[in-house]
Structures are given as structure tokens and as C-alpha cells.
């Protein structure tokens, strides 16, 4: 299996179709009221902003992420996401690898995200790579389903 990891437009069908995928895992997971937080926008991903990834198996889409920065030295990871019949494949951390190389590029000193509790999965490859929790920040303070990791560049 030969996977490729490349920015691609945010509105492009492949990244609707991840994005709606992983919004779906998310219901499947968490009641509305437990699902929150910024809704990204192409504009998040711009260019010096930040981006979104796809990645393809042998030419599928079957991943996806993003960077969002936050202020002049830190950026989010959001829009984690792998099809479920390419998870355990290390799909995840390949994209999360390359979101953390974009980072540095972009000038970042420091990684956050927020994932839920329910997502054991995502906590343990966040964790894998380095991240630590701490305190969740801005929008995700005080979430009862919200854990929050860092990761100094």
C-alpha cells in the first residue's frame, strides 16, 4: 500500500466527503450538545494560515487533517480523520507527522488540539507522538467530553 499525503482544497469532493464522514463517526459517538466547537472554513486553511491534507492509498482518498493557526507561535491539529477500513495502519500518524512537519514550517513553536473522551484510539496515537494533556484552551474549557494535548515544537 502506497500512501500519499499532499494539501488539497478544502472544498474539494474528496475533502467534503471526509469531513461529512468523520462529522458522522462524531454523531455516532457524541449527543449534538456534546459535539462543538469552530466549524473550519477554507479560510482557516489558507495559505500562512494554515492547511488540509488528504491522504490517498494507491490514489484514494481514505484520510484527512488539518492546521489552524491560533496565534503567532501556536497551531491546532483539527480534522483528524482515517476510514475506518484503513485504521490500524498507521495511516493517522502519518498525517499527523506531516501536519507537525507543516507546523514548523509555518513557524510554530507548539501543537494543541481537543479530541473527546470517547475517541480512545485518537487519545493514544496523540499521546504515541508525543502530545500531553493539559488544560483545554479558548472554546473547550469547562467540556465535560473534551481532553486537550500539547506538544512543543
Known sequence: MNVAIATEPFDSPDA????AALDAHLASRYAPEQRFGPHLKAEHVAPGVGTFVIARADGKAVGCGALRRRDATTIEVKRMYVEPEM?????AREILDHLESAARTMGAERLVLETGVYQEEAIGLYRGAGFKAFDCFDEYAGMPTSVCFE???
Open 151 to 153: 506538544k512543543p515544537l
Open 87 to 91: 485504521r490500524g495502519r498507521g495511516v
Open 16 to 19: 467534503h466527503r471526509l469531513v
